[in-house]
């Protein structure tokens, strides 16, 4: 799979979870909202990271190519002129701002004695944004995937030029499957440390007082991909048996 069709995935996830929390919200099950509003909520900002990601990894890929593997510099151009142009890059942003801020009304708005209608209306606004900024993200995730593939095309090109010539480029060892599930499992232990030290230090272990957000958000997030490249890796394994 391509990774506008995980995106579109997470999309077409995060779409109706968030319409159902937000119906759910106003027909006042408030302890079933939060059931729904919370994995949609997390749901969205993964997507809205996996954008982000994946486009700061594309850039990095063509500069390194461009100054190393004689990919041409238009390609670099051709990705500058879309993050000019796009908007990709702010609706994630603010997609995801929104998402947060919806969250953190709906337990700070009583501590600040803030009607329940400052969460109502900043939940109808992350709604209204995250609907309208998603299927931006997805055109632009598929117009920087075509820039990546014909970056692909050249290089390979180049590449048989060289081998030709007898100057094959040395193969760097790319990321495993494997490597990136220890990764993402270490950044899902690792992401309960700071609320650990947060409850047990600073609140001297009154947990009530310890929200668990945003540690648990990270956490869950780190353990999909963990799961994801896990099962790739097996994959892969099963494959060269």
């Given at each position: 799979?391509?990774m506008?069709?995980?995106f579109l995935?997470?999309?077409?996830?995060?779409?109706?979870?968030?319409?159902?929390?937000?119906?759910?919200?106003f027909l006042?099950?408030?302890?079933?909202?939060?059931q729904?509003?919370?994995?949609?909520?997390?749901?969205?900002?993964?997507?809205?990271?996996?954008?982000?990601?994946?486009?700061?990894?594309t850039?990095?890929?063509?500069r390194?190519?461009?100054?190393?593997?004689?990919?041409?510099?238009v390609?670099l151009?051709e990705?500058?002129e879309?993050f000019?142009?796009?908007?990709?890059?702010?609706?994630?942003?603010?997609?995801?701002?929104?998402?947060?801020?919806?969250?953190?009304?709906?337990?700070?708005?009583?501590?600040?004695g803030?009607?329940?209608?400052?969460?109502?209306?900043?939940?109808?606004?992350?709604l209204?944004?995250n609907?309208?900024?998603?299927?931006?993200?997805f055109?632009a995730l598929?117009?920087?995937?075509?820039?990546?593939?014909?970056a692909?095309?050249?290089?390979?090109?180049?590449?048989?030029?060289?081998?030709?010539?007898?100057e094959?480029p040395?193969?760097?060892?790319?990321m495993t499957?494997a490597?990136?599930a220890r990764a993402?499992?270490?950044?899902?232990?690792?992401?309960?440390m700071?609320w650990?030290?947060?409850?047990?230090?600073?609140?001297?272990?009154?947990?009530?007082?310890?929200s668990?957000?945003p540690?648990l958000?990270?956490?869950?997030?780190?353990?999909?991909?963990?799961?994801?490249?896990?099962?790739?890796?097996?994959?892969q394994e099963?494959?060269?048996?």
């Open positions: 799979m391509r506008a069709h995980y995935i997470a999309c077409l996830a995060a779409g109706p979870a968030l319409l159902a929390a937000a119906v759910i919200g006042g099950r408030l302890d079933l909202h939060f729904v509003a919370l994995p949609a909520a997390i749901l969205t900002v993964g997507a809205h990271t996996l954008l982000i990601l994946f486009m700061i990894v850039g990095r890929i063509l390194e190519a461009v100054a190393s593997r004689d990919l041409p510099q390609f151009d990705l500058n879309f000019a142009n796009k908007k990709a890059y702010p609706a994630a942003i603010f997609g995801s701002f929104s998402i947060v801020a919806a969250g953190v009304l709906a337990f700070g708005a009583p501590a600040l803030l009607p329940a209608v400052v969460h109502w209306l900043s939940g109808l606004l992350a209204g944004l609907l309208w900024a998603l299927p931006i993200e055109r598929r117009e920087n995937q075509r820039l990546v593939d014909a692909a095309v050249t290089l390979d090109r180049i590449d048989r030029e060289l081998e030709a010539q007898g094959a040395e193969e760097e060892e790319p499957p490597a990136l993402a499992g270490i950044v899902a232990i690792s992401a309960w700071p650990a030290y947060w409850a047990f230090v600073i609140w001297n272990g009154d947990l009530s007082k310890a668990v957000h540690f958000e990270v956490s869950v997030l780190a353990a999909i991909v963990w799961w994801m490249a896990r099962g790739e890796a097996r994959r099963a494959a060269a048996s």
